[in-house]
């Protein structure tokens, strides 16, 4: 997301910062002697993260589907062009997704020694490393490297299936463009998500994602945007939807999909309001702003930070059945602290558009 973005998005900023915390924390809640010795000071507060923690991930798929609709419905059209969009979509994930793999196995091969055995993974065979480069680790049943990367495939999955739907129906502003992704939608929230043994596909999360497509096309309040399909078409389709998902959940009542109606609801109705809230705030709104922004970057290096802070944890002596919990809540907060820090210089490193490794790849390639 771009400075530009953050600025006319700052609800999504907010939802994204929150979502990437608990996501952290959830993983905080379940790996290794740091988790195990929380579990014993805050059984309540971890417990509640261990359980509920994870379907803070419905938020990134209900943005990540506003976000998409955003940009393919955008004046440039690049649904017209999919293998493009969808390329271009493919490496940025891929280059700091790559990154904090080489991370991982490096911490995990030098924090070996102090870790457990549910930390302690084997060092990486090249059909692992080649099933993670093509994002499709979760469809071979190829063990993952690291905690939560099965989202950035299923991510990527969704973009492009989101892309492709909307080359097929001669792009996102049209009618029939709208009315598919809403009927795809519709079937994902009443039968594919309710097959686990689908959750390695796209269309398992689609009705999250597709809900986000939908409430930008019912808000839809950029200019750039030129649509011929009118707005009150998009908001119908957006309503009947969540009415459906409703439907849904009275069938079959699943947390996630209540969060991801719940998203795409405040997307719709306060896609913007948040702002002028901010404006008053100017501290809160930059360190959000911040948070929000480096959320991918969180996403992908607190697992390398929580190897270390569990190796360490243990290579001073300290245990879950003996650590008090002073000890804990400092481990655990000083594991946290680390992750947003690790994620500040990640994102200034390597994910930003301005990272310096990508300077110096344009002046070779320019040098050629």
Same mark, same amino acid.
């Given at each position: 997301?771009?400075?530009?973005?953050?600025?006319?998005?700052?609800?999504?900023?907010?939802?994204?910062?929150?979502?990437?915390?608990?996501?952290?924390?959830?993983?905080?809640?379940?790996?290794g002697p740091v988790s195990e010795?929380?579990?014993?000071?805050?059984?309540?507060?971890?417990?509640?993260?261990?359980?509920?923690?994870?379907?803070?991930?419905?938020?990134?798929?209900?943005?990540?589907?506003?976000?998409?609709?955003?940009?393919?419905?955008?004046?440039?059209?690049?649904?017209?062009?999919?293998?493009?969009?969808?390329?271009?979509?493919?490496?940025?994930?891929?280059? %700091?997704? /790559?990154? !904090?793999?080489? @991370?991982? #196995?490096?911490?995990? +091969?030098?924090?070996?020694?102090? =870790?457990?055995? $549910?930390?302690?993974?084997?060092?990486?065979?090249?059909?692992?490393?080649?099933?993670?480069?093509?994002?499709?680790?979760?469809?071979?049943?190829?063990?993952?490297?690291?905690?939560?990367?099965?989202?950035?495939?299923?991510?990527?999955?969704?973009?492009?299936?989101?892309?492709?739907?909307?080359?097929?129906?001669?792009?996102?502003?049209?009618?029939?463009?709208?009315?598919?992704?809403?009927?795809?939608?519709?079937?994902?929230?009443?039968?594919?998500?309710?097959?686990?043994?689908?959750?390695?596909?796209?269309?398992?999360?689609?009705?999250?994602?597709?809900?986000?497509?939908?409430?930008?096309?019912?808000?839809?309040?950029?200019?750039?945007?030129?649509?011929?399909? %009118?707005? /009150?078409? !998009?908001?119908? @389709?957006? #309503?009947?939807?969540? +009415?459906?998902?409703?439907?849904? =959940?009275?069938? $079959?009542?699943?947390?996630?999909?209540?969060?991801?109606?719940?998203?795409?609801?405040?997307?719709?109705?306060?896609?913007?309001?948040?702002?002028?809230?901010?404006?008053?705030?100017?501290?809160?709104?930059?360190?959000?702003?911040?948070?929000?922004?480096?959320?991918?970057a969180l996403f992908l290096v607190?697992?390398?930070?929580?190897?270390?802070?569990?190796?360490?944890?243990?290579?001073?002596?300290?245990?879950a059945e003996t650590a008090s919990?002073?000890?804990?809540?400092?481990?655990?907060?000083?594991?946290?602290?680390?992750?947003?820090?690790?994620?500040?210089?990640?994102?200034?490193?390597?994910?930003?558009?301005?990272?310096?490794?990508?300077?110096?790849?344009?002046?070779?390639?320019?040098?050629?």
């Amino acid at each position: 997301m771009t400075a530009l973005q953050v600025a006319r998005y700052p609800l999504i900023d907010v939802l994204k910062a929150l979502a990437a915390q608990l996501i952290v924390l959830h993983h905080f809640s379940i790996y290794g002697p740091v988790s195990e010795a929380l579990h014993a000071a805050l059984p309540g507060v971890m417990g509640a993260l261990y359980a509920y923690g994870l379907i803070a991930v419905q938020v990134f798929f209900v943005v990540g589907g506003y976000l998409a609709a955003r940009g393919l419905s955008s004046s440039t059209e690049p649904w017209r062009t999919p293998s493009a969009a969808i390329f271009k979509r493919y490496t940025r994930l891929l280059v %700091p997704y /790559l990154f !904090a793999l080489c @991370l991982v #196995v490096l911490c995990m +091969a030098w924090a070996r020694p102090w =870790l457990t055995a $549910d930390l302690a993974a084997p060092f990486p065979s090249w059909s692992q490393w080649l099933a993670h480069v093509a994002m499709v680790q979760s469809i071979l049943g190829t063990e993952s490297l690291s905690a939560g990367v099965w989202y950035v495939a299923m991510d990527f999955q969704l973009f492009a299936l989101l892309t492709l739907l909307l080359w097929l129906c001669g792009g996102g502003n049209t009618r029939r463009a709208q009315t598919v992704v809403a009927l795809l939608c519709m079937a994902s929230l009443l039968v594919f998500n309710r097959q686990t043994e689908l959750d390695a596909w796209a269309v398992y999360f689609f009705g999250a994602y597709g809900l986000g497509a939908l409430a930008w096309w019912a808000r839809r309040t950029d200019p750039t945007v030129q649509a011929s399909a %009118p707005p /009150l078409h !998009a908001r119908a @389709l957006f #309503v009947w939807t969540v +009415a459906f998902g409703l439907i849904a =959940l009275v069938i $079959d009542f699943r947390q996630r999909v209540a969060l991801a109606i719940g998203v795409a609801v405040t997307l719709m109705l306060w896609g913007s309001s948040a702002s002028h809230w901010l404006q008053h705030h100017r501290k809160t709104s930059t360190f959000i702003q911040t948070l929000g922004l480096q959320s991918y970057a969180l996403f992908l290096v607190h697992f390398p930070v929580l190897l270390l802070i569990n190796a360490a944890f243990t290579r001073f002596g300290f245990t879950a059945e003996t650590a008090s919990t002073t000890s804990a809540l400092s481990w655990g907060i000083a594991g946290w602290a680390a992750s947003l820090w690790a994620a500040n210089l990640f994102y200034r490193w390597i994910e930003s558009p301005a990272a310096p490794w990508r300077g110096v790849l344009r002046a070779v390639l320019g040098g050629r």
